[in-house]
């Protein structure tokens, strides 16, 4: 006789002994399932920047391509930003910064994030940021830096490719990077 737990086993519509590929998000195996989570996304406005205009459309336009977009408003702290990210348990952080102080504003953002082992989220910035200025904050460790005139669906296309979701192929990105909360 076959155990129940089995039996049951039988009338799924993948095998369960290799429920891990369904977790396959590049979409290739025969075990591919509608199980998207949302990608979470805090956007944020760090320092005295009363210019908000930019981060809300970037935010709306984040938001119509498929994100959960958390957005904190203006004049955060660096840790106000970072505490925000980990009680939203978010998957990346984008900063608008338009007045000039992002070589001090984002490196506190990637300290912070650091000391509270959230290597996990990506941090992504915007706003007016001259080219060396954006090469020195990426060796410091931020993903990307879009400036004025990046299209909406440039900056959506590269959140597709690069912000995955923490509850999906998490596992495996922990191990991967060193240096990443849970690993």
Excluded: C
């Amino acid at each position: 006789m076959i155990p129940q737990s089995a039996q049951s086993a039988r009338n799924l519509p993948w095998d369960p002994r290799v429920v891990n590929d369904a977790f396959d998000t590049r979409g290739g195996g025969p075990y591919v399932f509608n199980m998207d989570p949302k990608v979470r996304i805090l956007v944020a406005k760090p320092g005295l920047d009363g210019h908000d205009r930019g981060v809300k459309v970037i935010a709306r336009a984040l938001r119509d391509g498929g994100f959960e977009v958390l957005y904190t408003g203006l004049h955060q702290t660096p840790e106000q930003i970072v505490t925000a990210a980990l009680q939203e348990d978010v998957d990346a952080i984008g900063v608008s910064v338009m007045s000039g102080a992002h070589m001090t504003l984002i490196p506190r953002i990637l300290d912070a994030l650091a000391k509270e082992r959230a290597g996990d989220i990506l941090l992504f910035a915007g706003g007016i940021i001259p080219a060396a200025d954006a090469a020195t904050l990426k060796a410091l460790g931020v993903r990307e830096v879009f400036t004025p005139g990046t299209s909406t669906d440039a900056v959506v296309t590269w959140a597709r490719a690069h912000v995955p979701p923490k509850t999906l192929g998490a596992a495996s990105q922990l191990a991967a990077e060193p240096g990443r909360r849970g690993g």
